[in-house]
């Protein structure tokens, strides 16, 4: 028997009441290890009512005590790195080494958060007219939802629900019904670090849970990270039902390698960039693009065999590289655009499909693919794979590489290694992209600075995490006061140290 999740609600694990259910695999061996309660409406309501029940009192709370929980979840998370690390590893199936690494970049949030009573100082600007002060706060936006994909279960919530809550709003998370146990777990740790019950609440569902949060007039803002098909369609539901909605979406990040590259370095680089976490990152490089023949044939005659070599296991074997993907869908789509790709003349340098592991041979697992000779209107390209597969799109000139990206749908991530400083400062200013790397082939800003793309990568005006995050989950206000006796005709400022008579 198959172990079955719950929701938390106002403080306590609850179980599901409805008879829908997800599976959840264990993507090495392809076992279904436990079942996901799929909420329906009424669920769903139940939390969103917990959360506006715990708002006025949290979002009074003055902001050092809210950061006091924050000092006390980080702790909390610290604690219990081993046990989440193999929870989100058991369901989702990267390396455990991967799972502490992602875990870790939510904890960095966490910690960011801890000095939001300096964040949230506002402005204030003395006597813009006689007798008349202006000043901005920063004040909570209410009940907020977040919507979140299976690839990082725990960074992407901490990008979410800690930067919401230290900001005086209360939360309501729908985790990815593929592997929700480190949603639910993050929730039980920030209760046991003294977060009131209510203030965040974890639903388990599919898409009937999604909607209510996007039609419910009690949810005030909705961050949601996943595919940019379902991103668009959560900006454009959210936004019609007069929310404040972020929709951080898919991606396909080019990686430009100049001839005055240093080759070894970037070989080194694509390495964990193209094959960490089995390609599912949304700040993968997924397209390699070599300039100059020369340069292309070193950067490929080096990488085939990194790439065939690379060791694939489940995450239970610490010698694993790479570990499987998430489900068997999501192996067959990958070997789908593999077929697709080699069908339209791309040359399969590291052919990756068809891997099978002894002992595991039910296992979703792809091996690393390397795809050289890809031209720009093959689906390879054009589509995020969401797999270990990187494509080689060779290019004359660093104009013409610097125009796919500047072609692409997508925003997110793009990267140039060269040594040339005059072609690095080019590409970073002018390439339409979010996050921008020069010899840095994952350029994920840190938590004190913003995550976002541009294009089909984000929908809406603000990027996660960092300032941009204290803004989605924050309104301003701006007054402006009057008092007509504060400045007397004839008072002038006190300069000198001990004239502190008050003015006449
Ligand atoms: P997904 O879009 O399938 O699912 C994301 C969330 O949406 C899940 O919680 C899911 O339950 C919900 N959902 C799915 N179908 C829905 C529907 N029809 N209606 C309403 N809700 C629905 O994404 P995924 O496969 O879990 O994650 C992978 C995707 O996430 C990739 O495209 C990846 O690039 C993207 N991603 C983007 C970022 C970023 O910051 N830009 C970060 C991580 C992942």
Redesign the pocket.
């Known amino acids: 028997m198959s172990e079955e999740l719950f929701h938390f609600i106002d403080g306590e694990r609850v179980k599901g009441t409805g008879d829908r259910f997800g599976n959840i695999n264990n993507p090495a061996t392809g076992e279904i290890t436990k079942q996901v309660p799929l909420a329906s409406a009424d669920e769903v309501r139940g939390a969103i009512a917990s959360a506006a029940a715990a708002l006025p009192a949290w979002a009074v709370t003055p902001p050092a005590k809210r950061a006091q929980v924050m000092f006390n979840f980080r702790d909390q998370i610290r604690s219990h790195m081993d046990e989440l690390a193999e929870l989100l590893s058991s369901e989702h199936g990267k390396t455990v080494e991967d799972a502490k690494g992602s875990i870790s970049r939510g904890l960095e949030v966490v910690e960011f958060v801890c000095g939001i009573p300096q964040v949230l100082k506002g402005e204030y600007s003395e006597g813009v007219a006689n007798g008349v002060d202006s000043y901005g706060v920063r004040q909570p936006v209410g009940v907020c939802a977040g919507?979140?994909?299976?690839?990082?279960p725990a960074m992407?919530p901490m990008w979410m629900f800690p930067v919401a809550l230290a900001c005086g709003n209360t939360f309501v998370l729908?985790?990815?019904?593929?592997d929700p146990s480190c949603g639910l777990r993050l929730a039980e740790l920030m209760f046991e670090a003294g977060l009131p019950k209510g203030c965040l609440n974890v639903v388990n569902g599919?898409?009937e849970a999604?909607?209510t949060l996007l039609n419910d007039p009690g949810v005030d803002a909705v961050s949601f990270?996943?595919?940019?098909a379902?991103?668009r369609?959560?900006y454009e539901t959210g936004a019609a039902a007069g929310k404040r909605v972020q929709a951080?979406?898919?991606?396909k990040n080019h990686m430009l390698i100049m001839p005055d590259a240093d080759i070894d370095q970037a070989v080194d680089a694509v390495m964990g960039a193209a094959y960490g976490s089995a390609g599912e990152r949304?700040m993968a490089v997924s397209v390699a693009v070599p300039v100059g023949e020369e340069t292309a044939n070193a950067f490929v005659e080096k990488l085939a065999p990194r790439v065939q070599s690379l060791k694939v296991g489940p995450y239970t074997d610490t010698s694993a590289e790479m570990g499987p993907v998430i489900t068997r869908e999501s192996k067959e789509r990958i070997e789908r655009y593999i077929d697709e790709g080699i069908a339209a003349g791309a040359e399969a340098v590291v052919d990756g499909r068809g891997l099978s592991l002894q002992g595991y041979e039910d296992g979703f697992f792809v091996g690393g693919t390397l795809l050289d000779r890809v031209t720009p209107d093959m689906s390879v390209y054009t589509d995020?794979i969401?797999g270990p597969v990187l494509s080689v799109v060779r290019q004359d000139s660093y104009v013409d590489a610097k125009q796919l990206v500047l072609d692409h749908e997508y925003g997110?991530g793009a990267a140039i290694f060269t040594r040339d400083g005059d072609t690095a400062r080019d590409f970073t200013q002018s390439v339409n992209i979010g996050m921008v790397g020069v010899n840095v082939p994952i350029p994920v800003p840190v938590a004190y600075h913003s995550?976002g793309?541009w294009k089909s990568?984000?929908f809406g005006d603000h990027s996660i995490h960092g300032m941009e995050g204290v803004r989605f989950y924050t309104r301003l206000k701006t007054v402006t006061a009057r008092w007509p006796s504060g400045i007397k005709e004839g008072a002038v400022f006190n300069f000198h140290a001990g004239s502190d008579t008050a003015p006449t």
Do not use: Q, W
Not at 174 to 178: A, F, V
Not at 225 to 228: A, C, I, K, L
Not at 248 to 251: D, P, R, S, T
């Open positions: 919507i979140t994909p299976f690839n990082f992407v729908k985790p990815s019904e593929r599919d898409k999604v909607d990270v996943g595919s940019t379902i991103g369609y959560i951080l979406c898919g991606a949304c995020e969401f997110n995550f793309g990568s984000l």
